[in-house]
């Protein structure tokens, strides 16, 4: 069986939980996971998970953590005593940044090297950090292969220098399974409930859905909006933004903060409301989705019609006009004439929804995802000669 060595920063955050299904696979290969760091949650359980930090608690002490944020490269060194040469097939590693200090390790291993890009690691870091163009150049050519989110994400990553026959689209997919289709609900009370969801960061655009929710209130004050998410450390100031236009829009009462919760308890969330808000945008230090927000695929999964703007990827999620709607980045008028949509045609939200869930059934079932990465990593055997590359399909 094909043996598959996951390598992620912190395993798993709340935030990252798209990366649990490549772990987990379809059966076909056995993964093993190495990580600098072990999350305090266990929302996502995996027996064969190594972390450099629970090894070595000493390194979680500030001043030791901070050297390892920004030298990682020392967890990834000893990483390479507990795994025997010829014990992995293929190293898949998770954000870019991360997969240029794994190319060591990669060598070490004699296993090839697929990468997949999610989001700052393609936009933000290249924009800030120069350096990091160089260090793409390098790793695009030891690199073997290389996924991103969408068409948008693989062109960003073909600017930066690397070869396009080495870029496949891999779609984040989300278990059909789990969530389940709110289309048919009726709102016999006429009220328009708006959920929002997202790390409080400038790239989500929350202020932008506060302003068109209180703007839209104005001429159909049924609507209510709830926010799921929060901010820790550098985006803090962010949180204090949004809170501010809250109150500046005077729609305190009409706005729920609910703070991070479990992905279970937004899956029932969205059972509870009639339209998802997600208008992302291009922050002032260059960071961007990359790819496309994998709650806007959980909601048009669930059958409930989005609200988002023409960023990065999220067009080919959101399909406009027909399972959502979209308007330019930061136009707050386009986002409250598109809650106003709604409000003024109830009957849209079941046709918007089911027209939804049906385009992710079709083009974003994680089972259809996993088998499409099982048929990356063949390939990628395959060219290198490897006898696993014939993975039973």
């Known amino acids: 069986m094909m043996k598959v ?22 059966g076909t290969w056995r993964s093993q996971v190495g990580a600098v760091h072990r999350s305090e949650s266990d929302y996502y359980p995996f027996p064969a998970v190594t972390a450099f930090t629970e090894q070595w608690p000493v390194w979680r002490r500030p001043g030791l ?31 870019g940044d991360l997969a240029f200090r794994a190319l060591p390790l990669a060598r070490h291993l004699g296993a090839p090297l697929v990468t997949t890009f999610y989001g700052y690691d393609a936009t933000l ?25 969408g068409a948008r994400m693989k062109e960003t990553l073909v600017a930066l220098g690397c070869p396009r026959e080495k870029v496949g689209v891999f779609h984040l997919g989300v278990d059909l399974e789990r969530i389940p289709s709110a289309e048919g609900k009726e709102r016999p009370d006429g009220m328009i409930r708006l959920l929002a969801a997202g790390s409080f960061r ?21 609507i209510t909006l709830t926010v799921i998410g929060d901010a820790v450390g550098k985006d803090l100031g962010e949180k204090e933004k949004i809170l501010g236009t809250v109150r500046r829009c005077g729609v305190e009462e009409s706005v729920t903060f609910l703070g991070f919760q479990p992905h279970h308890r937004f899956v029932e969330e969205l059972g509870k409301h ?48 027909i399972t959502g709607r979209l308007s330019a980045e930061r136009d707050i008028d386009g986002l409250a004439q598109s809650i106003l949509f709604f409000a003024g045609n109830p009957g849209s939200l079941l046709q918007y929804g089911a027209r939804a869930r049906r385009h992710i059934e079709e083009n974003y079932n994680v089972r259809l995802q996993v088998k499409k990465l099982k048929g990356y990593y063949q390939d990628v055997l395959r060219r290198n000669g490897d006898p696993h590359s014939e993975v039973p399909r």
Do not use: M
């Open 274 to 321: 009639d339209l998802f808000i997600s208008p992302s945008v291009v922050a002032a230090n260059g960071d961007s989705e990359g790819g496309a927000p994998v709650a806007i695929t959980e909601a048009s999964a669930a059958g409930v019609p989005v609200i988002s703007t023409r960023h990065c990827d999220i067009p080919e999620v959101v399909l406009d006009q």
């Open 202 to 222: 400038e790239k989500k655009g929350l202020t932008y859905a506060v302003e068109a929710f209180a703007r839209a209130r104005r001429s159909y004050p049924r």
């Open 125 to 149: 870091l290249p924009t800030q950090q120069p350096a990091w163009r160089r260090r793409y150049r390098e790793l695009f050519s030891r690199g073997d292969f290389f996924l991103a989110e």
């Open 65 to 95: 953590r901070l050297i390892l944020y920004r030298y990682p490269q020392i967890a990834l060194f000893w990483l390479r005593s507990g795994i025997p040469k010829g014990g992995i097939d293929l190293v898949h590693c998770h954000f």
């Open 5 to 26: 060595l996951h390598l992620v920063d912190t395993y798993l955050p709340l935030t990252e939980g798209w990366i649990y299904p490549q772990v987990v696979g379809d």
